[in-house]
């Protein structure tokens, strides 16, 4: 059953969730069209990768990852921004909202390859409280391939070193060595012309991502059996990854959007992964700088009502 107003869709209990757990699921939030406009949207970016398109890719199964699909699809455009999505994440944070990036994940129908425990926030140049992804998915999502969070990870206060980047205590033949081994016995990505997980020095100062899987008992994990209409939101320092080796007979097709509140700034990481978005380097961003200064290269999307 479809519910009618943001209202119904965010109300207290739901927020009070989403700020004590780092994420909430909204059943019920997305109609038909907005649905089979998503599906487009991310079957046409599929079929028609870019150079931003890179893959994971294992003897078994295969994750193919498009940074900014958005920049290339009126459909996935219209979608971040015209969806209730916008208003869902301001009703959260109560505040105004900028869409800051968006990513695809397809994953061939077959047997599913796992997405590892990570943090979103130390892969790119922002830093705040107030970074939201939309996860959303044309598709049935089951519990054991679905998005799922170690509840609270969010308040911990630790931002993680990235799973991706060079070591850079490694030499160059050791590097090459290191990828040719992932090639041949594990996964190993395959990258895009424009960009690749591996480009990038990984930052050894920031503390290594917790071995989760390892010890899964001893932690808070919360996930969801996923609809077509539902929408996951979570916080962008919340730890989170998605289970794998099962077999769908679909593809499992999801968009993930990152929103910004009005406390996110731009912060240059010494191990960024993701890139910033093209426009933004003629703007010459400095650290501490408020997304709100760049304009419409973070469109903003929604605002409170006078008087709210």
């Given at each position: 059953?479809?519910?009618?107003?943001?209202?119904?869709?965010?109300?207290?209990?739901?927020?009070?969730?989403?700020?004590?757990?780092?994420?909430?699921?909204?059943?019920?939030?997305?109609?038909?069209?907005?649905?089979?406009?998503?599906?487009?949207?991310?079957?046409?970016?599929?079929?028609?990768?870019?150079?931003?398109?890179?893959?994971?890719?294992?003897?078994?199964?295969?994750?193919?990852?498009?940074?900014?699909?958005?920049?290339?699809?009126?459909?996935?455009?219209?979608?971040?921004?015209?969806?209730?999505?916008?208003?869902?994440?301001?009703?959260?944070?109560?505040?105004?909202?900028?869409?800051?990036?968006?990513?695809?994940?397809?994953?061939?129908?077959?047997?599913?390859?796992?997405?590892?425990?990570?943090?979103?926030?130390?892969?790119?140049?922002?830093?705040?409280?107030?970074?939201?992804?939309?996860?959303?998915?044309?598709?049935?999502?089951?519990?054991?391939?679905?998005?799922?969070?170690?509840?609270?990870?969010?308040?911990?206060?630790?931002?993680?070193?990235?799973?991706?980047?060079?070591?850079?205590?490694?030499?160059?033949?050791?590097?090459?060595?290191?990828?040719?081994?992932?090639?041949?016995?594990?996964?190993?990505?395959?990258?895009?012309?424009?960009?690749?997980?591996?480009s990038a020095i990984m930052d050894k100062s920031l503390p290594e991502t917790p071995n989760i899987e390892a010890s899964r008992g001893s932690f808070d994990i919360?996930?969801?059996?996923?609809?077509?209409?539902?929408?996951?939101?979570?916080?962008?320092?919340?730890?989170?990854?998605?289970?794998?080796?099962?077999?769908?007979?679909?593809?499992?097709?999801?968009?993930?959007?990152?929103?910004?509140?009005?406390?996110?700034?731009?912060?240059?990481?010494?191990?960024?992964?993701?890139?910033?978005?093209?426009?933004?380097?003629?703007?010459?961003?400095?650290?501490?700088?408020?997304?709100?200064?760049?304009?419409?290269?973070?469109?903003?999307?929604?605002?409170?009502?006078?008087?709210?």
């Amino acid at each position: 059953m479809m519910v009618s107003s943001i209202e119904e869709m965010i109300d207290s209990e739901k927020s009070a969730s989403f700020h004590r757990d780092g994420a909430v699921l909204l059943q019920g939030v997305l109609d038909d069209k907005w649905v089979e406009l998503l599906a487009e949207g991310l079957d046409e970016c599929y079929e028609e990768p870019d150079g931003m398109s890179s893959a994971l890719v294992s003897p078994e199964s295969e994750l193919r990852i498009d940074q900014f699909p958005a920049a290339r699809s009126e459909k996935l455009k219209k979608f971040i921004c015209e969806s209730p999505l916008p208003a869902l994440v301001g009703a959260i944070l109560g505040g105004p909202i900028r869409f800051y990036m968006d990513q695809m994940f397809y994953k061939p129908a077959g047997r599913l390859m796992p997405t590892p425990w990570h943090q979103d926030t130390s892969y790119y140049n922002v830093e705040g409280h107030d970074l939201v992804r939309a996860w959303v998915s044309p598709d049935i999502v089951p519990r054991e391939a679905s998005l799922e969070i170690v509840k609270g990870s969010h308040l911990w206060n630790i931002t993680y070193r990235p799973l991706a980047g060079r070591d850079p205590d490694l030499s160059e033949e050791e590097h090459e060595a290191q990828m040719s081994m992932a090639r041949e016995f594990g996964i190993y990505e395959r990258p895009g012309d424009d960009f690749s997980y591996n480009s990038a020095i990984m930052d050894k100062s920031l503390p290594e991502t917790p071995n989760i899987e390892a010890s899964r008992g001893s932690f808070d994990i919360l996930g969801w059996d996923y609809k077509p209409s539902d929408v996951i939101l979570f916080h962008g320092n919340v730890l989170h990854a998605a289970q794998g080796d099962i077999d769908l007979s679909y593809p499992r097709r999801s968009h993930a959007i990152m929103y910004a509140g009005p406390n996110i700034r731009y912060i240059h990481r010494p191990g960024q992964i993701i890139p910033d978005p093209a426009a933004l380097s003629e703007q010459n961003p400095q650290t501490g700088q408020p997304l709100s200064e760049f304009g419409e290269i973070f469109p903003l999307l929604w605002a409170p009502s006078p008087g709210n």
